[in-house]
């Protein structure tokens, strides 16, 4: 099927995409569109792994003055600006190099869904964790996260339903917001963080409540309403109301599921091990969504349950009934790497399938030699 994106966002038709109609002239010819997507994504993972290190627990801002180095913050924001960046030109490249490919939409949108948690764990060392003075709790954490994934879902559960991917308006408004926030912490230090700013308000809960207004209110409603359309226009790809939410019952499930974990945790698993938790839920999240995305792609039906929900199932009922005991941090990082290698075994699978069947390279421009 042939790929078609709407962009309506003011940001990003006046400001941000003039922007890279200038830094794309700068971009070799030569160079594989898929090498810029993944060249993003790496930085993305760097970033996270450097703030990782500096602050495992997210309570490292939560000191004053915090225990990151000013550096990190500026490294993460020049990190994000470049990925944003490569992020926005990838397909813009892909054209000019007239190398458009189903592989390459795949590897963008796919390589985004797993993108989209990893920013939102960043982004949590810079306000730290909930400490009595400041901070945000770990629930609050696991909430704005589960809103983000799910604005990410809605977009791609309309494309599988109308055939257009609608741009959420969110997406730039937020990369923006992420590289101002690091800008501003490395300048000022994390202590801008830890003052009321409006009327007893902290930013971050400007910013929890701005992105809880933008996704119930301006992105979901948006999202139902082009379903709506494409239904009376008669555009809809799918006939049966079963076929319409078939893709939402595995991502639903595994929020039940999740939730369950963190509210039922005899150990209070959350608490315990913010980072393994919700890197386990972005990761899982992932691979849900990617099966939509392909079968999205593919015209072909989601299965109704992912295979992620069986083990998850087990893990979480061992851990809230007991069985586990005080294993249950250990159970967490088993479950947790398995999946994460279950990830990134089906990303190099789905990869070489399409490269074998497109016959083109994944990294390189080169046509395949037909054996």
């Known amino acids: 099927s042939q790929y078609s994106a709407v962009?309506?966002?003011?940001?990003?038709?006046?400001?941000?995409?003039?922007?890279?109609?200038?830094?794309i002239k700068i971009v070799p010819l030569w160079i594989a569109p898929n090498l810029l997507t993944f060249s993003g994504f790496v930085m993305?993972?760097?970033?996270?792994?450097?703030?990782?290190?500096?602050?495992?627990?997210?309570?490292?801002?939560?000191?004053?003055?915090?225990?990151?180095?000013?550096w990190v913050w500026l490294f993460s924001a020049f990190t994000t600006f470049c990925a944003y960046a490569l992020d926005s030109i990838d397909g813009k490249h892909a054209r000019r190099t007239q190398s458009s490919t189903p592989l390459g939409e795949l590897f963008d949108h796919g390589l985004d869904s797993w993108a989209t948690s990893i920013f939102v764990l960043s982004f949590f060392s810079v306000c730290s964790r909930d400490n009595g003075k400041t901070?945000?709790?770990?629930?609050?954490?696991?909430?704005?996260?589960?809103?983000?994934?799910?604005?990410f879902m809605c977009s791609h559960w309309e494309k599988y339903n109308t055939g257009v991917l609608f741009l959420p308006w969110g997406y730039d408004i937020s990369q923006v917001v992420l590289i101002t926030a690091y800008l501003l912490t490395g300048a000022v230090g994390v202590e801008v963080w830890q003052k009321p700013f409006l009327f007893g308000y902290y930013i971050t809960d400007a910013l929890v409540i701005l992105l809880i207004g933008f996704s119930l209110f301006l992105s979901f409603p948006q999202t139902l309403y082009n379903i709506h359309?494409?239904?009376?226009?008669?555009t809809l790809k799918n006939d049966s109301l079963y076929e319409v939410l078939l893709p939402l019952v595995s991502p639903l499930l595994l929020f039940i599921l999740l939730t369950v974990w963190v509210v039922f945790s005899p150990s209070n698993i959350l608490e315990k091990q913010p980072r393994l938790f919700l890197w386990m839920v972005g990761v899982t999240f992932s691979n849900v969504i990617c099966k939509v995305i392909i079968c999205q792609m593919s015209s072909t039906r989601p299965e109704l349950l992912h295979w992620f929900l069986?083990?998850?199932?087990?893990?979480?009922?061992?851990?809230?009934?007991?069985?586990?005991?005080?294993?249950?941090?250990?159970a967490l990082a088993t479950f947790t790497a398995l999946v994460t290698a279950a990830h990134l075994h089906y990303g190099a699978c789905v990869g070489m399938q399409l490269s074998e069947h497109l016959n083109i390279y994944i990294f390189s421009l080169k046509k395949r030699v037909q054996e």
Do not use: C
Not at 48 to 70: N, R
Not at 135 to 151: A, D
Not at 229 to 234: F, I, P
């Open 7 to 23: 962009d309506t966002n003011p940001l990003s038709v006046y400001i941000m995409q003039p922007i890279w109609n200038k830094i």
């Open 44 to 70: 993305i993972l760097v970033n996270y792994f450097l703030i990782s290190f500096y602050d495992w627990d997210y309570s490292a801002s939560g000191t004053s003055p915090g225990l990151v180095p000013t």
């Open 229 to 234: 359309r494409a239904h009376l226009k008669k």
């Open 310 to 330: 069986f083990p998850l199932a087990l893990v979480v009922y061992a851990a809230i009934s007991g069985l586990l005991g005080w294993m249950e941090e250990a």
């Open 135 to 151: 901070g945000v709790s770990v629930y609050t954490m696991y909430i704005y996260l589960s809103i983000v994934l799910f604005n």
